[in-house]
C-alpha cells in the first residue's frame, strides 16, 4: 500500500481525475463555491476594502486610510449608541437569560403533556418580527386605553408612558424581544437536557441533595456547555439588533434607544456614506470576535477548575 | 421529543408521593401553564379579536371582550384595501424560491463534502466552518453593494427577487446540519451504488436524496420560516412597493390605513407562519433542537 501510493499520485493525470469523477465534484462544488464567494467570503473582504475607502456610489472610490474609523470614533453620536447596544444587551441577559432555562427545566420534569408546554411557547417564535412589533407597539400605546395600560390599570398600576419615555423605552424593546425569543431558546436547551443521564440524579438522591440541589448541582453544571454558548450567542446577537428599535421607535425617543447598527444603518443608508458604515461594522465585529475568543478562554478555565 | 416515556427526571417516584410535591407541582405546572397560554396564545387571540372589530372598538375597549360585533368585512377589505394578498404572493415567492436555492446549494454542496470527499474537499469545509464564526453585520453594507453591481458579472439585482434568493443559500449552518446528515449515511451503501455503477449524478439524486427526506424537510422549514420573519434584507434590496412581502410592507402601510383593517392585515400576516408551525411543530422543534446540537 505504502509504496503503490506515490506511484498513483505522480502518474494522476488529466484523464485519470477526470475517469475517476473529478469534474463531477468540481460541478457539484461549484453552486456552494459560487455561492460563498459571492454573497459571504467576497463582501467580507469587500467589507474590509471598503472601510479604508470613500466610498458613497457616486463620485469613484478613493483611499483615505484610516479616516473613515477616526470619523466614526470620534461622532457624538457613538458613545451614546455603544451604551445604549450595551444596555439592550444586559437586559437581555437579565430578563431573557433566565425564562428559557427555567422553562426547559420545568417541562423536561412534566410526564405529560410537554409537548404542549414546546408548541405554546414556540409559538411567538413563529410570528414574522414586524407583525409582532407592529402588535406590541400598540398594546405599548402611552394612553390610559392601551392594553397593558388597560391591564396595569385594573391593578391601579400605571399608566406608563412605554415607548415614549427615554428610561422606559429599551426595557419595553427588550421585553417584546424576549416575549419573541425565550420560546425557541427553550428548545435548545430542552434538547440538551435530554442526554442528561437519570443515573447521576440517582445518584445524587441517594446522597440526600433535595430536588434543588440537584437542579444546582447536577442539571446546570450538565448542560453548562451549551448554557454558556447560547449565552455568547445571545450577546452576539443583541450586539446586532436593529428590526426591534428601528420600528418601535426609530431610535428615539431622545436616543434613548439608538444601537450600533442603526447608527450603521444610517451611515449607509440615509447619509450614503458607505465607507464610514462599515469601518464601525468592521469596529463592530472586531469588538464581537475578540470577545468570542476571551469568553472561550475564561470559560475553559472555568470549565477545568 | 419529552413525550417519550421517562424513566424519571431530577423529581423521583418516592419524591412525587411527598405532599408537598404531590400539590406543590401540579399547582406550579397550571401556573405556568396559563403563562405560556397567555404569552403564546394571547396576542394571537386578541389579534384576531381587534381584526374584526371596529376601529372605534379596538381604541376605545382594546381589553373588552365582546364589542359592537364582529366586523367580517374587515378581512376582505384588508385583502383588497391593503393588498395584502399581493404581498402575501411576493412573500410567498421569496419563501419558495429562497428554499429552492438554499436546498439545492446546501445539498450538492454536502455530496461533495460527505461523500465524494475531494482532495479540496476539506479546504471548502473550513471556509464554509469560518462564516459561522464572523458576525454577520460585517457584510451587511458590502453585500448590498455586491447586489447593485455584481462584480465579474456586473448585473444589478436590486429589485428583483434574485437578490433575496440568492444570499440565503450561503448559509453555513445549512450546509453543516446537510453534511453531518450524509456524514452518517453507511458508506457500504455508497459503496454498493459504486459497484452497481452509479454515476455521482446518479448517486446524488437516486440514493442520497431519497436516504435524507427528514433533514430536507428541517431544512426547508427553517427556511421557510425564515424568509417569512425577514425584514432588513428585503427592506433594502427590494425598494420597488410591487415586490416588497409582507414584513416590508407592513410598516410602511400601517402609516396610511386605520387601526381596524391594520389590525386584520397583521391577522393575516401571521396565520400561515402559525398553521404552518402548528401543522409541522414536531419536525420544527426537532430542527430548532438540533440547532443547538451544531452550535455546541
Known sequence: MSTARPATRSGRSPVTWFRSGGLSSVLFALPLVLVFLYFSWGPIVRGLVLSFQKNNLVTTPEWVGTANFSYVLTDPQLPQATLNTLYFALLALVFGFPVPLFLAVFISELRKAGWLYNVLSYLPAVVPPVAAILLWKFFYDPGESGVFNAILGWFGIGPFAWLNSPSLAMPAIVLEATWAGAGATAIIYLAALTSVRTELYEAAELDGAGIWRRVWHVT?????????????????????????????????????????????????????????????????????????????????????? | MSADVQERGIISTADRNRPLIQYGLPAIQVLLFVGVLVAGVGPLLWLLKSGLSTSQDILQGPMSLWPSGIQWQNLPNAWTQVQIGSYLGNTAIIAIGSLLSTLFVCTTGAFVLSVLRPKWGPLVTGAVLATLFLPGVISLVPLYLTILEMPVLGVNLQNTFWAVWLPQAAGAFNILVMKRYFDAIPRELVEAARIDGASNLRLFTSLILPLSKPILGVVALLTVIGSWKDYLWPLLVLPDPSMQPISVALPRVAETTEISLQMSALFLAVLIPVVLFLIFQKQFLRGVGMSGGIKE
Open chain 1, 220 to 305: 446546570l453544571p450538565q448542560i453548562r456547555g451549551i448554557i454558556l454558548i447560547m449565552m455568547l450567542l445571545q450577546l452576539i446577537g443583541t450586539f446586532q439588533v436593529f428590526t426591534e428599535p428601528f420600528l418601535f421607535t426609530g431610535g428615539g425617543p431622545d436616543n434613548a434607544t439608538t444601537t450600533i447598527l442603526l447608527l450603521i444603518y444610517r451611515y449607509a443608508f440615509i447619509n450614503g456614506d458607505f465607507g464610514a458604515a462599515t469601518a464601525l461594522s468592521v469596529l463592530l465585529a472586531l469588538v464581537l470576535c475578540a470577545l468570542s475568543v476571551a469568553y472561550h478562554f475564561m470559560t475553559r478555565r472555568w470549565s477545568t477548575t
